[in-house]
């Protein structure tokens, strides 16, 4: 169980308070899944990847998949507005595969990592948050003894947290940031996002700056990312 590090002063306090109830009280994860969790490792149900269990409060905590053909994610959230998921498109048609063989044969593997940002932020603004891009860069990865390339950006999301503010009769969705990495490994794309929900822990203006709640998220993305394994998982 890990004491967020991206909260300061009193807030900090009442977060390690909270984690130590939880810690008293934790409940069993549920898992709600196609594919198989063994040995703290979820792996998909057609073998197409697998990749940690990531460490969450564990209150509430819940494992779940949803998969259309060659589309789906894997999430894990808990009762405490902590989500990590890893969404992935594959390649299913010939026109697809085409579009992959395309971008090899130009060179050009950032075309299809921004597509996958345009994506999250246009089904975003379907369902009626209104995403803001945050920052974006592009880095190198460590999988093993390869080298990928991917893609970090940062949306700000106004009411598009889990959780929900109650003041008396009001009641409000807490804004959030939600962080992503973005990547290619054969002829799939791959998406590893987590989230921090502002003012979750108190007063929002006592968190730590944002570039260190990003930071910290991104190298917890980054880790999760260096230890998935692709292709033929049993």
């Not at 008293?24 to 149900?45: F, L, M, Q």
């Not at 994610?73 to 594959?90: C, E, K, M, P």
Request: proline letters at 3%.
């Amino acid at each position: 169980m890990k004491t967020p590090p991206f909260v300061s002063g009193p807030a900090r306090v009442a977060a390690i308070a909270l984690l130590s109830l939880l810690a008293a009280c934790a409940s069993r994860t549920t898992v709600r899944t196609e594919g198989r969790v063994e040995n703290d490792r979820y792996i998909h149900p057609g073998g197409l990847f697998a990749v940690d269990v990531p460490a969450l409060f564990r209150e509430g905590s819940v494992i779940e998949d949803e998969y259309r053909g060659s589309v789906g994610s894997v999430t894990f959230r808990d009762d405490y507005g902590q989500l990590i998921r890893v969404d992935v498109l594959a390649a299913g048609t010939d026109e697809q595969r085409a579009y992959f063989a395309a971008m090899d044969a130009a060179g050009d593997w950032r075309t299809p990592l921004d597509g996958t940002r345009d994506a999250v932020i246009g089904t975003m603004v379907a369902a009626g948050v209104n995403a803001t891009l945050v920052n974006e860069t592009f880095v190198e990865i460590e999988q093993g003894e390869d080298a990928v390339q991917a893609k970090h950006y940062t949306l700000l999301l106004p009411a598009g947290s889990s959780m929900v503010s109650v003041r008396g009769l009001s009641r409000e969705r807490l804004d959030a940031y939600r962080f992503f990495l973005a990547l290619r490994r054969g002829d799939a794309l791959y998406t590893l996002s987590s989230q921090h929900t502002i003012g979750l822990f108190g007063d929002a203006s006592r968190e730590a700056p944002i570039n260190d709640i990003q930071a910290n998220h991104r190298a917890e993305l980054e880790t999760l990312a260096a230890g998935m394994t692709f292709g033929g998982v049993r």
